[in-house]
């Protein structure tokens, strides 16, 4: 199974090796442009920028499969405050899969500066006194204090992504 994933960002390939480590993928990243804003403000653009990463990560590379990962943040009805949001995506060239990750509550003083127009990964790392924090543990770590983390987080969306693949027989039978 040839994957490319559409981000060169350690945690979003790592979220897609972990998850499909059982078919000995071969991952490749491929730096491509997501077409939507770097901080992603409803579910709509988040699901627009996966969808975009997965089909470019493809045309790029002729792998057998696109996958692209994309967190934003969106209001959601029924839920108080700004809330993190995590889309990934997945594409065979022909069929187009997505797949919702964790959502998280984001504290009001980080949701008031994401409404200034900043993006989430330069705020927490500015919170928190670090450095690259999206390409590590991300708020998703920082948020839960380390029950869950970037890399987990995008997995859960990733399986979800890729899952109607690998149960399809004709798609299994390939593998």
């Known amino acids: 199974m040839d994957v490319a994933v559409g981000s060169t960002n350690p945690v979003k390939v790592d979220a897609v090796e972990r998850t499909l480590e059982r078919y000995q993928p071969s991952v490749s990243a491929v730096a491509v442009d997501s077409g939507v804003p770097e901080q992603p403000w409803s579910v709509e653009e988040t699901v627009t920028g996966a969808e975009n990463r997965a089909r470019r990560a493809l045309a790029a590379t002729g792998a057998d499969y696109g996958v692209g990962l994309e967190g934003g943040v969106a209001r959601i009805e029924g839920v108080p405050g700004l809330s993190l949001i995590m889309w990934a995506a997945a594409t065979d060239g022909d069929r187009l899969e997505r797949g919702g990750g964790p959502t998280f509550s984001l504290p009001d003083d980080v949701a008031r500066r994401l409404e200034d127009g900043a993006e989430l990964g330069p705020v927490m790392d500015d919170r ?48």
């Open 128 to 175: 928190h006194g670090t450095n690259g924090i999206a390409e590590r543990d991300g708020a998703a770590g920082i948020l839960t204090d380390g029950l869950t983390n970037r890399s987990q987080a995008l997995s859960e969306a990733v399986a979800c992504a890729v899952g109607p693949f690998v149960t399809d027989d004709s798609v299994t039978s390939q593998l």
